[in-house]
C-alpha cells in the first residue's frame, strides 16, 4: 500500500515537472495604427509574459505607424523585458512602416515574412501630412539619434534606419537580411522558431541561448478596455465623439426631460475626454472650438442677423484644426463634421423664428388680430363681444353696438379695438 502511494507522488511529480518545464511563446499582434489603446496592450501582454514565466514573446508587426509617444512605449517594455521579445513582420504582404520600423530594430531578435516591407520613418502628421518645416527638423533629429541608440544597442545598421527617418527609404524583406537591419526571414511561425533555436540574445538578467523546440504557441488577446481605447485613440473618433456629445448635451439642456441626448450626449464626451487623455490635446482649440459651440446657442437667443453663426464656424474651424499638437485631424472627417454641426443650429435658429412668428394661441396675446361686435358703447369706453366672450374695451374712434371691431392690444384685462373692415 506505501509503495503504491510512493509511486502514486513520484508519477505526480514528473508530471508537474513536464508541466512547469513546457514552453510558452506568447504571441501579440501589432495591426493597425500605433496609438495608446495597441500600445498599452502590447506592453501589458509582455508583463504578463512575465508573470506567467513565458519563454519568449513574438510581436507580430503589419502597421502603417502612429503615434511617437506610443512607439517610445512600446519599445521601452520591450528594451526592459526579462522575457526574449522577437518582432516578426508578418504575414506576406504586411509592413513594418514609420514607428512599427523603430519597433522592428528594438526587439531582440527582427525577423520578417517574405513579401513584407520595413521603413518609410520619416514623421509626418496624423492623415500623412507634412509636419512645418521648423518641428519637422526638431522631431527629425530627435527620431533619428533615438534610434541609432537602439539599432546600436541591438547591433544593427544605424545609419540605414537613419536614412528611414530622414530619406523615408522603404526596403523589402532580402535587402533588410543584407543590410543587417533584421536577423533572419521566416515564412511562418513553424519556421521562424526553427531558426532562432540556439541563437543568443542579450538581456537585463545576462546573455542566453535561446531552445524553442516543442514549444508552445499563446495568443494573447487584447480586453475590452485595450479595443475601446485604441478604437477612440484615433484623434478623427475623439474628435466626432466631442462633436456628438456637446450636441446632446445642448439637445438636452434645451429640452430637459428629452433623456436620450443626454445620456448619448454625457458617454460620447466622457469617452473624448478620455481620449484627449492619452492625446496630445492642444487647450487654446479646446476653448476656440467651446466658444464656436456658445456662440451657435446665442444665435438661437439673440438676433445678429447671422454674423454669431459665422463667428461659431471660424471659431469652430481655427479650434479643430488646432486641437492636437503635432497632429491634425483629417480634412475628410473635419470639414463634414462643421457643415453638419452649423447646419444643426442653424436649422434650430430657423424652428426659433418661425416659432416667435407664429401668433399665440391662448391668453390675451391671441386676441391680438381677433375680430368682435360692440354690444354696448359710450364716451369712447364699451363692450365687446370677441372670441366668444365679452370684454371691456377702449378706443379713439366713435363706435356704436353692432360695430364691426378688431382686436388691437390690450391693457391689463381691457381691449384696445378699432373699426373692423
Known sequence: MLRNKILLLLFLIFLNKEALCSKKAFVIRLTGTINPGSAGYVVRGIKNAEKEGAYLVVIQIDTPGGLATSMRQIIKAILNSKVPVVCYVFPSGAGAASAGAIITISAHIAAMAPGTNIGAA???????????????????????SYARSIAKQRGRNARWIERAIRESVSITADEALKKNVIDIIAKDMDELFRKINGMKVKLP???????????????????????????????????????????????????????????????SLILAFYAFHTLPVNYAGLLLIALGIIMFILEVKVTSYGLLTIGGIISLLLGSMMLFEDMRISLKVMFPTIIMFALFFLLITLFAIKAHRIRPKTGLEALIGEEGIVESWKDGRGIVFVHGEYWNAESDENLKPGDKVKVRSFKGLTLSVKKGD
Open 122 to 144: 520619416h514623421p509626418v502628421a496624423v492623415g500623412g501630412r507634412d509636419i512645418g518645416r521648423n518641428m519637422s527638423e526638431k522631431i527629425v533629429n530627435d527620431m533619428a
Open 205 to 267: 538578467s545576462g546573455e542566453i541561448t535561446l531552445s524553442t523546440e516543442k514549444i508552445e504557441v499563446v495568443y494573447f488577446k487584447p480586453n475590452l478596455r485595450d479595443k475601446i481605447l485604441e478604437t477612440i485613440s484615433d484623434p478623427n473618433i475623439a474628435y466626432i465623439l466631442m462633436m456628438i456629445g456637446l450636441t446632446g448635451l445642448y439637445f438636452e439642456l434645451a429640452h430637459p426631460g428629452s433623456i436620450l441626448p443626454g445620456i448619448i450626449g454625457a458617454i
